[in-house]
């Protein structure tokens, strides 16, 4: 199994930056695709970006340009770190992780609990 725990979400205005991390631990040599989805009230969950072990990345339409996603493997953490934050990028992070690089969220096995970030207009 692999755990996975988010942390750093919160509030920030509108334009503002911030940084969320997920740390791993268990068996993460099945965690050779790390992910992070976002979920809006109502909303399904959508995909904003996955990082290969190697570092290939794949980023979703809204957030290119502006969100970051990276890992250290040695610490066994990801991150995503964003920019330019509007309030449709509110919602609740989960962090993932797979052993393919896909965009579907239902490929993922392993999932974090969630972290809200709040975007203020």
């Known amino acids: 199994q692999v755990q996975l725990v988010e942390s750093g979400g919160g509030l920030v205005q509108a334009g503002g930056s911030l940084r969320v991390s997920c740390a791993a631990s268990?068996?993460?040599?099945?965690?050779?695709?790390m992910g992070w989805f976002r979920q809006a009230p109502g909303k399904e969950r959508e995909f904003v970006a996955s990082i290969s072990w190697g570092g290939s990345t794949n980023y979703g339409d809204s957030v290119k340009g502006r969100f970051t996603i990276s890992r250290d493997n040695a610490k066994n953490m990801m991150y995503l770190q964003m920019n330019w934050l509007k309030p449709e990028d509110t919602g609740v992070y989960y962090c993932a992780a797979a052993t393919r690089l896909i965009t579907d969220y239902r490929g993922y096995p392993y999932w974090g609990q969630g972290i809200q970030v709040t975007v203020s207009s």
């Open positions: 268990g068996r993460t040599l099945s965690t050779n695709v």
